[in-house]
């Protein structure tokens, strides 16, 4: 049985509304995957300098983010995993320092080939530093200038203090090192107030211009370099804090701390603003729904109002529609049918009634 052709229209109408409102409707924060398509276990995560993401994988590919979608980066690593992307990589990102597990790709225009596995890079006063787990390299003229040989490092950091560039290292099972970047060869352990024997994984710098470093025994932070390290109480003594991300402190607000783990992403409220950072509560941990994160928190990058996070494959967490929004989407696809198979064909509408 046909309904009237403005009854049939109002259905199919309201249909198509409910249709493209679905996943408009807000509904809060929620942690979503969004992965390189076909892609295999993410193993770093950076920012290029046109504000793209860019994702390496276990399989030696390299993924670029941009316009809210996932392209593949046409660059050829040998197959070896990615493990490092500089945060000052290019915008073409297949030209840039690459690290690997068989050595770093794409090096400074002048320097040869660097063989050794790769667990981290960075760019500091023009000069490429790159940490592995037998030493460091720096970038000289021509030559790869080594320190800190035999030492197992894992993660770089730069800090700005007035006119002074500092530079930090994590290591394994060593603490922290530290050198001013007009001096990069010279190394002194920087490891006062910390636990003997610390793994080092993520470093991050307040507002005020304080470092923080992550461990495997919590989190421990710095007045200045070289100055004794205090503990940053958050509830996760016992936690590796692999990953850190300090959002800008809002008006009126204070700063935001992400952290990944080996049990997902925690966030809290930190008052960096007097000389003692404070933790304003203990971490809360992100909800993921199941089979989501089941790998540690690697690397965490700013995204829209959220986070972007890697985690084996690629999650981003932060505003979002209405959880369940696919239902109110499906009856709107229902009704637009309902409606469509209401209307009245033409033949009908100019069929004359008989009594």
Do not use: C
């Not at 493209?20 to 992965?35: D, K, M």
């Not at 920012?47 to 392209?71: H, M, N, P, V």
Request: aromatic share 8%.
């Amino acid at each position: 049985m046909k309904a009237s052709r403005p009854v049939a229209i109002g259905i199919a109408a309201l249909g198509l509304i409910l249709l493209i409102a679905g996943p408009l409707i807000p509904g809060g924060e929620r942690l979503v995957r969004n992965t390189p398509p076909n892609s295999g276990h993410i193993t770093d995560l950076g920012r290029a300098d046109d504000g793209s993401i860019l994702a390496g994988t276990q399989e030696g590919e390299l993924w670029r983010y941009a316009k809210d979608r996932w392209a593949p980066v046409n660059v050829d690593l040998g197959g070896h995993p990615v493990t490092a992307l500089s945060a000052d990589l290019s915008g073409d990102a297949s030209k840039g320092p690459i690290g690997t597990s068989g050595g770093l790709y794409n090096a400074p225009d002048g320097m040869p080939e660097l063989p050794a596995p790769v667990r981290d890079e960075i760019l500091a006063s023009d000069r490429l530093l790159v940490a592995t787990g037998k030493g460091l390299y720096v970038q000289g003229d021509g030559q790869w200038l080594e320190a800190l040989e035999g030492t197992s490092l894992y993660r770089l950091e730069t800090q700005q203090l007035g006119d002074e560039l500092w530079l930090h290292i994590g290591t394994v099972g060593e603490g922290v090192y530290s050198a001013r970047a007009a001096d990069p060869l010279n190394w002194q352990p920087n490891r006062e107030g910390l636990p003997a024997g610390l793994n080092v994984f993520s470093f991050v710098m307040t507002d005020g211009g304080r470092l923080i470093a992550g461990s495997d025994k919590g989190l421990f932070w710095q007045q200045a370099p070289m100055q004794p390290w205090q503990r940053l109480k958050v509830g996760l003594e016992n936690s590796r804090m692999l990953s850190l991300y300090l959002e800008p402190a809002k008006p009126n607000q204070a700063e935001r701390l992400w952290i990944g783990s080996d049990d997902g992403l925690w966030r809290l409220e930190i008052n960096a603003a007097d000389s003692a950072p404070e933790a304003k509560s203990f971490a809360e941990l992100i909800q993921a729904p199941p089979g989501h994160v089941q790998y540690g928190v690697s690397w965490i990058l700013p995204f829209g109002d959220g986070v972007m996070l890697s985690a084996g494959s690629v999650y981003q967490f932060g505003p979002m529609g209405l959880k369940g929004w696919y239902w109110i989407s499906l009856a709107g696809l229902v009704l637009l049918l309902v409606g469509g198979w209401l209307t009245p064909s033409r033949n009908d509408a100019d069929t004359p009634k008989t009594a």
